[in-house]
């Protein structure tokens, strides 16, 4: 069972960044994939970015070009830099990892992102 505890939350004005760390409780390396998603309330939870450990990314159409996953093997930490913030942003990030295409997600904690207009 795989830890994940989130960091980097926080307000800002639209146009600004922040960036989202998920460090989990073991190697990285042995996870397949991990990333975010967001939720808006009342709506689903929707995916936002994934990182796997061959290196390959994804990110949602909202968010190309804008946000940028990474990780850190060493640090067994994720992060996820987000640019040119807007307020549809808005929203709770929750990290996720996946150990492989049979298992169940593993959830962070979920940190608020809030973006002023």
């Known amino acids: 069972q795989v830890q994940l505890v989130e960091s980097g939350g926080g307000l800002v004005q639209a146009g600004g960044s922040l960036r989202l760390s998920c460090a989990a409780s073991?190697?990285?390396?042995?996870?397949?994939?991990m990333g975010w998603y967001r939720q808006f309330p009342g709506k689903q939870r929707e995916l936002v970015a994934t990182i796997t450990n061959g290196g390959s990314t994804n990110y949602a159409d909202s968010v190309k070009g804008r946000f940028t996953i990474s990780r850190d093997n060493a640090k067994n930490t994720v992060y996820l830099q987000m640019n040119s913030l807007k307020p549809e942003d808005t929203a709770v990030y929750y990290c996720?990892?996946?150990?492989?295409?049979?298992?169940?997600?593993?959830w962070g904690q979920g940190t608020q992102v809030t973006v002023s207009s």
């Open positions: 073991e190697s990285i390396f042995s996870i397949m994939a």
């Open positions: 996720y990892a996946r150990r492989s295409h049979w298992s169940v997600l593993h």
